[in-house]
């Protein structure tokens, strides 16, 4: 199994970026994937997850419309659009893949399968 996250950088405040997550060795679209992000010095939170199916999609309240969640299952890759970023928005992002459905994929314990992380940091 291989998880691996992309797309992380620097940007100003009230900037863009687009995170992808490339998974294989599991059947995907059976699977919810989910973004959690580490800020230093605090505990791994969740920030987004969408079901095997991609129709239903669960957000933090510190993301709900800034950032978008989405997945295009014959690539194997997850999406998180984050746009309208803020210094609070810094940490390492993570993709994970949870059996469960993606309405009890909101804790970490419900993950199999994590990536390296990705640093997204925002400036003021």
């Known amino acids: 199994v291989q998880v691996v996250e992309s797309g992380g950088g620097w940007v100003q405040t009230g900037g863009s970026l687009r995170l992808s997550c490339a998974a294989s060795g599991f059947t995907f679209d059976y699977w919810a994937i989910g973004w959690f992000r580490q800020a230093p010095g605090k505990e791994r939170e969740f920030v987004a997850v969408?079901?095997?199916?991609?129709?239903?999609?669960y957000y933090a309240d510190s993301v709900k419309g800034r950032f978008t969640i989405s997945r295009d299952n014959a690539k194997n890759t997850l999406y998180l659009q984050m746009n309208s970023l803020k210094p609070e928005d810094t940490a390492v992002y993570y993709c994970?893949?949870?059996?469960?459905?993606?309405?009890?994929?909101?804790?970490?314990?419900?993950?199999?399968?994590w990536g390296q992380g990705t640093q997204v940091t925002v400036s003021t």
């Open positions: 969408i079901g095997g199916g991609g129709m239903t999609t």
């Open positions: 994970g893949a949870s059996r469960y459905n993606s309405a009890n994929s909101r804790s970490e314990g419900r993950y199999d399968y």
